[in-house]
C-alpha cells in the first residue's frame, strides 16, 4: 500500500473514532464502526473517492462513506454515488466529511441526503434526526438570552484565549463593574460553557470544551448586537461609529461593499450622537450618507481597526435568506483562527 493510501486510512480511522464518540454523546449509544469487506465488488472510481464502514444503528444497518477528499463534494455528486450504491448494500447510507459548508448542508438537506459532520451535525433524516452540536443538552425551558455584557465576555475569550479569564482582567480591558462581571461568569457557568474556580481571591474561568465547541453550543444563548438600523444624514469626513454588517463583511474581503456603507455604534453613544445634531435620520436609504446599526453593546470593545469584530459581523447577519452573504459567513467563521 503506498505512503498516501496509509495516510488516508489512518486518518479514516480517527474519523471512524471521533463518529462513535459522537454518536455516544450525542444519542448515548454505543456504535462501532467495521471495515466493510464487500468494497471490492464497487467500481474502483467510487474507492478511489471514499473509505467504507459499516456499522448497525439502532437496528438498522449502514453503510458509512468516508470521504477520502480535502475538499468537499457538490451535494448532487454526493447524492449519485448513494444512488450507485444502493444496488449493493441492503440498509442505509451515510456520507461523512470534516467539513461542509453551511451551503452545502442546507442542500443536502433539502435533497435528504444523510451527513455527519463529527463534531458538528448529524442529519439521518431515516432515523428522523437532525441534530447541532450547540442543540445536544435539552433544554426543558425556553433559552434564556444571555445579557449584553455576558455576551461581550464570552466573545472577547474567545478572540483572547492567552489572556487570564477572570474578572480582574476583563474589568481592565473591558471596563465593566466587578459585579457585571461576576453576573457574567455565572451566565456562561449555568449555560455549562465555562468552569469556574476559586483560586485565593479570585474566580478563574476555562472552557469546558475547545473554543469552537463553546461557540457552537453559545449560539442558542446568543443574539444579533443589532438593537435598530436607520438611515442617516451625517456630516463630517468621518462617520461615526465602527464598519458593521455587509460593510464589515466586504472589508473582510467576502463580498462586494455595499452602498450606503453600514456603521454601528451603542445606544449610549447614538443618543449623544442625535444630541450633538451630527447626524439626521431619514425614512430611506435613498440620499443617505450610511446605514447606522444602533448595537447593544459598545462596538468598539471588540473591533479592531475601525471594523466590528467577526463573530458579532456574523449574528448580526446570520438570520439572512441570501445565499451569497450566507457562503460569506460561513467563510468568515472558518478564517478565525479557533
Given at each position: 500500500m503506498c505512503r498516501k493510501n496509509v495516510e488516508i486510512m489512518v486518518h479514516a480511522s480517527a474519523i471512524s473514532k471521533e463518529l462513535e464518540r459522537y454518536f455516544l454523546e450525542n444519542l448515548g449509544i454505543s456504535v462501532s464502526l467495521r471495515p466493510w469487506p464487500e468494497e471490492d465488488r464497487i467500481p474502483m472510481y467510487l474507492r478511489d473517492a471514499y473509505v467504507f464502514f459499516e456499522c448497525d444503528l439502532l437496528g438498522t444497518p449502514w453503510l458509512v462513506l468516508f470521504d477520502r477528499g480535502e475538499e468537499e463534494r457538490s451535494p448532487a455528486v454526493v447524492q449519485k454515488h448513494l444512488d450507485m450504491l444502493r444496488d449493493k448494500w441492503f440498509g442505509e447510507l451515510m456520507y461523512v466529511h470534516p467539513s461542509i459548508s453551511t451551503y452545502n448542508r442546507k442542500r443536502l438537506i433539502m435533497e435528504k441526503v444523510p451527513f455527519v459532520v463529527p463534531g458538528r451535525q448529524m442529519y439521518l433524516p431515516q432515523l428522523g434526526m437532525d441534530l447541532r452540536e450547540h442543540f445536544r443538552r435539552v433544554q426543558k425551558n425556553p433559552v434564556?438570552?444571555?445579557?449584553?455584557?455576558?455576551?461581550?465576555?464570552?466573545?472577547?475569550?474567545?478572540?483572547?484565549?492567552?489572556?487570564?479569564?477572570?474578572?480582574?482582567?476583563?474589568?481592565?480591558?473591558?471596563?465593566?463593574?466587578?459585579?457585571?462581571?461576576?453576573?457574567?461568569?455565572?451566565?456562561?457557568?449555568?449555560?455549562?460553557?465555562?468552569?469556574?474556580?476559586?483560586?485565593?481571591?479570585?474566580?478563574?474561568?476555562?472552557?469546558?470544551?475547545?473554543?469552537?465547541?463553546?461557540?457552537?453550543?453559545?449560539?442558542?444563548?446568543?443574539?444579533?448586537?443589532?438593537?435598530?438600523?436607520?438611515?442617516?444624514?451625517?456630516?463630517?469626513?468621518?462617520?461615526?461609529?465602527?464598519?458593521?454588517?455587509?460593510?464589515?463583511?466586504?472589508?473582510?474581503?467576502?463580498?462586494?461593499?455595499?452602498?450606503?456603507?453600514?456603521?454601528?455604534?451603542?445606544?449610549?453613544?447614538?443618543?449623544?450622537?442625535?444630541?450633538?445634531?451630527?447626524?439626521?435620520?431619514?425614512?430611506?436609504?435613498?440620499?443617505?450618507?450610511?446605514?447606522?446599526?444602533?448595537?447593544?453593546?459598545?462596538?468598539?470593545?471588540?473591533?479592531?481597526?475601525?471594523?466590528?469584530?467577526?463573530?458579532?459581523?456574523?449574528?448580526?447577519?446570520?438570520?439572512?435568506?441570501?445565499?451569497?452573504v450566507e457562503a460569506a459567513l460561513e467563510e468568515l467563521l472558518e478564517g478565525i483562527a479557533w
Open positions: 434564556k438570552p444571555f445579557s449584553p455584557s455576558t455576551q461581550v465576555v464570552l466573545l472577547h475569550a474567545l478572540y483572547h484565549p492567552d489572556q487570564h479569564f477572570n474578572p480582574s482582567v476583563y474589568a481592565e480591558h473591558l471596563g465593566y463593574s466587578n459585579m457585571t462581571l461576576t453576573r457574567a461568569f455565572e451566565e456562561l457557568e449555568a449555560a455549562d460553557l465555562v468552569h469556574v474556580t476559586q483560586h485565593g481571591r479570585e474566580r478563574v474561568a476555562e472552557f469546558v470544551d475547545s473554543r469552537w465547541s463553546a461557540w457552537e453550543r453559545a449560539l442558542p444563548f446568543l443574539r444579533t448586537p443589532v438593537r435598530r438600523s436607520v438611515y442617516v444624514l451625517a456630516s463630517g469626513s468621518r462617520p461615526p461609529g465602527v464598519l458593521a454588517g455587509l460593510s464589515a463583511l466586504s472589508r473582510f474581503g467576502m463580498l462586494a461593499s455595499p452602498d450606503p456603507e453600514v456603521y454601528a455604534m451603542s445606544g449610549k453613544t447614538w443618543k449623544n450622537t442625535v444630541e450633538s445634531g451630527v447626524i439626521q435620520v431619514i425614512p430611506s436609504p435613498e440620499n443617505a450618507s450610511l446605514e447606522l446599526e444602533v448595537w447593544r453593546y459598545e462596538p468598539s470593545l471588540l473591533s479592531a481597526d475601525d471594523i466590528a469584530d467577526p463573530l458579532s459581523v456574523y449574528l448580526s447577519l446570520r438570520d439572512t435568506d441570501d445565499e451569497r
